[in-house]
Nanobody, 119 residues
Framework: EVRLVQSGGGLVQVGGSLRLSCAAS????????IGWFRQAPGKEREGVSC????????YYADSVKGRFTISRDNAKNTVYLQMNNLKPEDTATYYC????????????WGQGTQVTVSS
């Protein structure tokens, strides 16, 4: 059984930092692209960041470039999203998901974790 279990998130003030984790079981994170998505109330889900499987190339939405960093720990089979200099517009439910590539459709999803940035 494949599971992506998320942790991290919470309430933080503007300018603060949080780290999200996506721990996988039933698949190896280095065999798949792992992406982070978010959805704010009343808005469509958007892709935030992705790390590819083969070369570890990282992709970021323009809105988070320079503030968010995606990384992968193969030994822990976990992908992280370090979020710095958080803004109120980063408030959303964040999800991780796997896919064959960062451009392909997703397969399995994490349960979601809330990030709230207060001003």
């Amino acid at each position: 059984e494949v599971r992506l279990v998320q942790s991290g998130g919470g309430l933080v003030q503007v300018g603060g930092s949080l780290r999200l984790s996506c721990a996988a079981s039933g698949l190896s994170v280095d065999d798949y692209a792992i992406g982070w998505f978010r959805q704010a109330p009343g808005k469509e889900r958007e892709g935030v960041s992705c790390i590819s499987s083969n070369d570890g190339r990282q992709y970021y939405a323009d809105s988070v470039k320079g503030r968010f960093t995606i990384s992968r720990d193969n030994a822990k089979n976990t992908v992280y999203l370090q979020m710095n200099n958080l803004k109120p517009e980063d408030t959303a439910t964040y999800y991780c998901a796997n896919g064959n590539t960062c451009q392909s459709s997703t397969e399995y999803w994490g349960q979601g974790t809330q990030v709230t940035v207060s001003s």
